[in-house]
């Protein structure tokens, strides 16, 4: 009687812990997304509402692109778990993208870059970049040029192989945003295609 009770139990907290996690293909989190409101319940204190300019906003391209990564990923029988800023969930994956846009000032200084941590296999990074140079016509800023892309908070919400930050271009450059606005689903559609490449 015992032991069942204890096997009981043992299932009860497997199911609990497994409720708040999703254990996905891919994870696709859209920057900003749900922000400033998601920041106090989830205890974010770097409230960081990203890029704007005379273009457009950050916040608002960003669920775009991640809606149609999502979708496209979905058609190909992948699972996705979609998500916005800040969520209580832990996620496991085979890949986890983060999707942004820079904004620098002054305008123009940067351009698309890639942010992850040194788990990520370089293979991985290298051949986003070399695909991704060959679709936007602008600057390539480099790889995890800034403290919040290498260290990213969303890096620590997912436990993957493959992790990486993608600024796909700079939103305050009104030369790269002018590419950008009218692209937003087509950016999805070829991350999605990547993605589907490097699992096969
Ligand atoms: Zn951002």
């Not at 749900?34 to 950050?58: D, K, L, Q, T, W």
């Not at 904004?103 to 123009?108: V, Y």
Request: hydrophobic fraction near 45%.
């Amino acid at each position: 009687m015992k032991g069942f009770l204890v096997a009981v139990v043992v299932a009860w907290l497997a199911a609990t812990s497994t409720a708040h996690a999703e254990n996905v293909d891919v994870v696709v989190q859209a920057g900003h997304e749900g922000r400033p409101a998601s920041c106090a319940p989830n205890h974010v204190h770097a409230c960081n509402i990203g890029a704007s300019s005379a273009a457009g906003r950050e916040i608002v391209w960003t669920p775009i692109v991640a809606d149609a990564v999502t979708k496209t990923l979905r058609a190909a029988g992948l699972r996705v778990a979609r998500r916005p800023a800040d969520y209580p969930q832990h996620d496991t994956a085979r890949i986890a993208i983060f999707i942004h846009f820079d904004g620098s000032d002054p305008p123009c200084a940067s351009g698309t870059s890639v942010g992850f941590p040194s788990t990520t296999s370089r293979t991985f990074v290298a051949a986003w970049e070399r695909a991704y140079r060959g679709f936007f016509p602008f600057h390539v800023a480099g790889e995890n040029i800034s403290s919040n892309e290498e260290h990213y908070y969303g890096f620590h919400k997912v436990d993957a192989p493959q992790k990486m930050l993608i600024e796909y271009g700079e939103l305050t450059c009104p030369a790269q945003a002018a590419w950008l606005k009218p692209r937003l689903h087509a950016l999805g559609e070829f991350t999605a295609h990547f993605i589907i490449g490097q699992l096969r």
